[in-house]
T-cell receptor
């Protein structure tokens, strides 16, 4: 049963610290997404990769957030420096693009608390 | 105006009831439609795709009305385990595999 995995599952840190979240997409999927979910804003798209190339990161605060895919099995989302307003659940999702929009499969999320 | 709008609820229904959720989308170029389910403190999971002709999966029926740009989900014979948030999701093919999520409708099924 293929799944998206994310680490860490929980992270508590202090304001100003660097946070790195990791995601392993489902093997064979060629699209990867990072989302942030809060009670107030719901699910927001932060970044989108296809075949490891970043296609859309317009939802991401550029001054402190960065997203990369160093290889096909790893996607990272980094916040530096972190702020209390970054507290949220961060989901990674993957899917397979073959010319028509298809479903996405979500990882269990990283629950981030910035004090 | 949000691209995908849903009534946030909560919908409180007794076990065995039939409940329906609607969702409207603003992008007329949308071509893919889904319902996802999200349990408390868990990730969203695909419940079902929505096809133009409508489709059914057990107690769940999804309908699409392209002319009016709305999607519906009907749940028959509600179970306690159906309690969750239901997310309406829309995709546009020329946007790659990007999906737009509604804010979700919360359902609480009571004994």
């Amino acid at each position: 049963d293929a799944r998206v995995t994310q680490t860490p599952r929980h992270k508590v840190t202090e304001m100003g610290q660097e946070v790195t979240m990791r995601c392993q997409p489902i093997l064979g999927h060629n699209t990867v997404f990072w989302y942030r979910q809060t009670m107030m804003q719901g699910l927001e798209l932060l970044a989108y990769f296809r075949n490891r190339a970043p296609l859309d990161d317009s939802g991401m605060p550029k001054d402190r957030f960065s997203a990369e895919m160093p290889d096909a099995t790893l996607a990272t989302l980094k916040i530096q420096p972190s702020e209390p307003r970054d507290s949220a659940v961060y989901f990674c999702a993957s899917g397979f693009w073959r010319g028509a929009t298809d479903t996405q499969y979500f990882g269990p999320g990283t629950r981030l608390t910035v004090l | 105006r949000k691209e995908v709008e849903q009534d946030p609820g909560p919908f409180n229904v007794p076990e065995g009831a039939t409940v329906a959720f609607n969702c409207t989308y603003s992008n007329s170029a949308s071509q893919s439609f889904f319902w996802y389910r999200q349990d408390c403190r868990k990730e969203p999971k695909l419940l079902m795709s929505v096809y133009s002709s409508g489709n059914e999966d057990g107690r769940f029926t999804a309908q699409l009305n392209r002319a009016s740009q709305y999607i519906s989900l009907l749940i028959r014979d509600s179970k306690l385990s159906d309690s969750a948030t239901y997310l309406c999701v829309v995709g546009v093919n020329n946007a790659g595999n990007m999906l737009t999520f509604g804010g979700g409708t919360r359902l609480m099924v009571k004994p």
